[in-house]
């Protein structure tokens, strides 16, 4: 009776974890963070919220400490139901790993703007990484399903 009770514990715990943890899904929890650590920079840029320095900064570090934990996620062929991955990120893999650099690089330079830059230079940089993510989104990205 107590086996199985532990039995029953253990199944019930492993299959929330089991549908957590496929590598769609993890890389796009990723690519959320991202959006979130990037979003409060675009309302700086659009002059929607005030311009701080030390604020800006913070943003920045933290937008480059994350820009490259999604892509350790992307084993081979790991398309399940929702995800927008195109087969193309495994067919094409010099183009993707290119896409991933030149946003990475675009990232760090942000984060040095925002340290040694104003905010004009800022908004170029920001611009710059928007960019980078439209760029892999449009050969890397599929419709939502
Ligand atoms: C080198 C390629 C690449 C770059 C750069 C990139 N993304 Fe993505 N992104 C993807 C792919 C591929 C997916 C789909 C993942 C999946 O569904 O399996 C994705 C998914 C997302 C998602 C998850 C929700 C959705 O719409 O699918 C968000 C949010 C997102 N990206 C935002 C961003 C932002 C913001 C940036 C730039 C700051 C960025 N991405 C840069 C490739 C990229």
């Known amino acids: 009776m107590k086996q199985t009770i532990t ?21 796009t929890q ?36 994350i820009a490259a934990e999604p892509f350790n996620h992307f084993p081979a062929g790991s398309i399940d139901g929702k995800s927008r991955a195109k087969p193309e990120i495994w067919s094409q893999p ?8 030149t946003f ?17 230079s800022i908004k170029k940089s920001y611009g710059v990484v928007a960019q980078s993510c439209k760029a892999c989104h449009d050969s890397f990205r599929g419709p939502e399903k």
């Open 7 to 27: 039995a029953l514990l253990l199944a019930a715990l492993a299959i929330p974890a089991a549908m957590a943890d496929s590598p769609a899904e993890i890389r």
């Open 94 to 101: 010099a183009k993707f790993q290119a896409a991933r650099d």
């Open 30 to 65: 990723s690519f959320k963070k991202i959006l979130r650590a990037f979003e409060p920079m675009g309302m700086v840029v659009r002059d929607r919220d005030p311009y701080n320095k030390a604020k800006f900064i913070a943003m920045a570090d933290s937008l480059k400490q």
């Open 104 to 120: 990475l690089k675009a990232v760090n330079e942000l984060d040095s703007t925002a340290h040694n830059g104003d905010l004009a």
